[in-house]
């Protein structure tokens, strides 16, 4: 599988600014296929980043998020050259995960 995650983070200061894109259906299983069948629920139930260890942020969500979510937040803490880990699961069990550099 390829790598759905990207991301860009930029230390500033005493602060860690975060973007991030993850390649997802994020089906509902509200919506119909061209044939009229309902397309089966397929969507990120966990999202998580990690700094040095430690747990920064995480979004739990549920089918109302749309297709190739966005995330953008800020964390205390993070310099240059420092790993930042973002990891996803799924409602089918299918997961991704990702480490990048703060720049």
Sequence with gaps: MANTIRIRAVASGD???VQSLIRHPMDSGF???S???LI???HIEVVQFEHGGKVVFTALWGPAVSKDP???FSFQGGK??????VSWVDNKGESDSF???IQ
Excluded: A
């Excluded at 240059?80 to 880990?85: C, E, R, Y």
């Design 40 to 42: 089966p629920p397929h």
């Design 15 to 17: 602060t860690t600014e």
């Design 31 to 33: 919506v119909k296929d």
């Design 70 to 72: 966005y995330l953008k």
């Design 35 to 37: 044939k009229g069948q």
């Design 80 to 85: 240059k050259g420092d790993d930042l880990k």
């Design 99 to 101: 480490v990048g550099k």
